[in-house]
């Protein structure tokens, strides 16, 4: 017995079986026509429409609600329960009176913020959520302390002190560089936004009235160093460094008696003016009026004789003084570092450039420092003229003509406060080194290429000193120079000229208006800006004893080596050696302090 398919119809009218009267479910000809399957749904479609399957015996029947969401419900019309013509529909009535009872729980969605805790039972939901709430609480403190940290930060760079969270803690830190006495008068007080506003343009270029000193060339072979070349950073005991003020130097008295200007300072406290918008430590200026003539000096043992670390740092440095790594012991290890420095880079072979005078600050058979003074005078305007001595450090054949140049030294004192190791970072990321340098020592850097633009130097050398371990503050070694160029640099670091100009101009025109006297010019231990006060006429000529440090006050050396060396080379070494012009004597008492 063979499987009959049936006859097929012709429809002449369209697409789909023809319009005929109902038929039983089995196909039948007995009635000598044509035979058709009865309740067989017919799915309506459109030419353009993709066909599916003609028959699809892998539906089931259970999950209709779950098909009929399927794509466009395409198969919709094949999920059809039997009718009562039906020859099965006795067998669905029956299947009616059963319920499937599925023990699988419902599908949880997949997202929600709600889907952690709501199918667990209601103990461990609760424990969860304490867990939860302890967490967000403990995160929320986590942040809010940070946020204070960072805001405490910021307000102590911007200002130049500490904010109110940890005052106690910071408050050693920035104590102002003068004890302000009662019967001083405030007469002025400019905030540092004022300073940033200044602008001012030098009509003329500077002129050169006298060079004294001699300088010796610089050695090239220092710019092939590297960390994996480094040398070995000397100490040079027998050369005197000069740190001496505008109204001592004999030079200065001699151009101010000849009437060559009205304004007169030196390159150092002029690039304490001109930068002042960067710094964060206290300082002061002492300013003397006599007759029409302005004098800047700084006192003895001032904060402008040493050079500061980490300045402009977020990370606070140790406030105890005897601490190797304070911002005293590092300003007086940068101090002894850049001495040394600028006189290793040199060509030790006697062969000098001498200049019209000799060092005016040497006594005959002196041996004294690599180091010339330019005495230059800009002009302000029609009535007011500056005269700044300036120092250059070396000399060099640039193309045939000899260039001057400055040389400071950066020195690392321990990679864990800066966050960047220069023996492992200077060779491959020199860019990242110098941007962490800048971040940190703001101010430094930018006096220094204050101090090279007034001098007019060629070129300016940066060497990188570091130490020879983290808590070895005696040795060190050179990891590399890199020389630069003064004005490209300030452009590099965004030092403006005619603002640093503008500073100047506006503190000069300030102090003309003054009474003849003595002031002094002292910048905020925790605000940015600085206050002018009227001091009597014999303040800070007795204030200070120039003895040696006391001992407990002297920073010690490591413990490997000798204590009394240590302690005379402290004393020798470290200290910037200052000079009067006086007697022999005296020279040699200045130099063991600032």
Partial sequence: MGFDVGVVPFNPDGWGPPESPAAPLLLSRNDGGSTQPA???????????????????????????NAARSAGGRDAVFDFALDESSALSGAAADDSSFRLVDGKPPPRPKFGPRWRFQQRPQLPQRRDEEVEARKREAEKERARRDRLYHLHHRSY?????????????DAPARKSSVDIQPEWTMLDQIPFSTFSKLSFSVPDPPEDLLVCGALEFYDRSFDRVNPKNERRLERFKSRNFFKVTTSDDPVIRRLAADDKATVFATDVILSALMCAPRSVYSWDIVIQRVGNKLFFDKRDRSQLDLLSVHETSQELLPDAKEDINSAYSLAVEATYINQNFSQQVLVRDGNKVTFDEPNPFASEGEEVASVAYRYRRWKLDEDTHIIARCEVHSVTDV?????????????EFDPKFSGVDWRQKLETQRGAVLATELKNNANKLAKWTAQALLAGADLMKLGYVSRVHPRDHFNHVILSVIGYKPKDFATQINLNTSNMWGIVKSIVDLCMKLNEGKYVLVKDPVKPQVRIYEVPADAFENEYVEEPLPEEEQVQPPAEEDATVGATDAAAEAEPNTAAGAAEGDRDAIASAV
């Fill in 157 to 169: 760079a911007s200002a130049g002190g500490h904010g109110a969270a940890g005052s106690h803690r």
């Fill in 399 to 411: 193309k045939g003509q000899r260039a001057f140049m400055t040389l400071n030294a950066l020195n």
């Fill in 39 to 65: 309740n067989i749904p017919f799915a309506p479609f459109s030419r353009s429409e993709k066909l599916g399957r003609v028959a699809d015996w892998t539906r089931n029947p259970n999950f209709g609600n």
